[in-house]
């Protein structure tokens, strides 16, 4: 059974930091890409990032620059680490394996003063 576990969020102020990980188990991790979507209350979810099996990632226009996407085959846990954070950043954060309609439970991110 695949389950994937977020963790990290929390509340911070802007400008501040956070590192959300995502600690997937029932599948071989190494093999598949990675997503972080983010829905914030009242929008559409929207994709944040993107790591391919390979570790190439990708990135929605509106984090680039201030988001890291990177992966621990090791652990088989994809990581978010996020700067520079904003008030409009404020959203359940999910991940997600690619090609698989398998999500976490979310963790709450909460930018403000």
């Known amino acids: 059974q695949v389950q994937l576990v977020e963790s990290g969020g929390g509340l911070v102020q802007p400008g501040g930091s956070l590192r959300l990980s995502c600690a997937a188990s029932g599948i071989i991790f190494s093999i598949y890409g990675m997503n972080w979507y983010r829905r914030a209350p009242g929008k559409q979810r929207e994709l944040v990032a993107t790591?391919?099996?390979?570790?190439?990632?990708n990135y929605a226009e509106s984090v680039k620059g201030r988001f890291t996407v990177y992966r621990d085959n090791a652990k088989n846990t994809v990581y978010l680490q996020m700067n520079s954070l904003k008030p409009e950043d404020t959203a359940v954060y999910y991940c997600?394996?690619?090609?698989?309609?398998?999500w976490g439970q979310g963790t709450q991110v909460t930018v403000s003063s």
């Open positions: 997600n394996v690619i090609g698989m309609p398998y």
């Open positions: 790591i391919t099996s390979g570790g190439n990632p």
